[in-house]
């Protein structure tokens, strides 16, 4: 079973950056595409951003392409999230997830649904204030 842990949200106001990171039990990490996704009280949980085995290709949602940044440290097993120009509008909990890679392909395009990832974090909390 794979693990992952999510840990840097925290309370911040509008415009400020935080980053997130994600380690995982994945092994080898390489072999897994890795996603965050979030969810706002009483809503859906929805795509933030993905990026495949290799990091040699990355996936965003309208609403965070050119604040957000999604990397991965495939020596650390760590997925990061770099959050930029944060709103009240991102608030929500934000999670790690996994899914077995679906291609060798270096620069191949990762999932971006929810329902396509295997293995879940806890999550954890971002709040911005206005």
């Known amino acids: 079973q794979v693990q992952l842990v999510e840990s840097g949200g925290g309370l911040v106001q509008t415009g400020d950056s935080l980053r997130l990171s994600c380690t995982t039990s994945?092994?080898?990490?390489?072999?897994?595409?890795m996603g965050w996704f979030r969810q706002a009280p009483g809503k859906e949980r929805d795509f933030v951003a993905t990026?495949?085995?290799?990091?040699?290709?990355?996936n965003y949602a309208h609403s965070v392409k050119g604040r957000f940044t999604i990397s991965r440290n495939n020596a650390e097993n760590t997925v990061y999230l770099q959050m930029n120009s944060l709103s009240p509008e991102d608030t929500a909990v934000y999670y790690c997830?996994?899914?077995?890679?679906?291609?060798?392909?270096?620069?191949?395009?990762?999932?971006?649904?929810?329902?396509?990832?295997?293995?879940w974090g806890r999550g954890t909390q971002v709040t911005v204030s206005a």
């Open positions: 997830a996994a899914r077995y890679r679906q291609s060798a392909s270096f620069f191949y395009t990762p999932e971006n649904k929810a329902n396509e990832y295997d293995f």
């Open positions: 994945a092994r080898p990490f390489t072999s897994y595409d």
């Open positions: 990026i495949n085995w290799s990091g040699g290709n990355t």
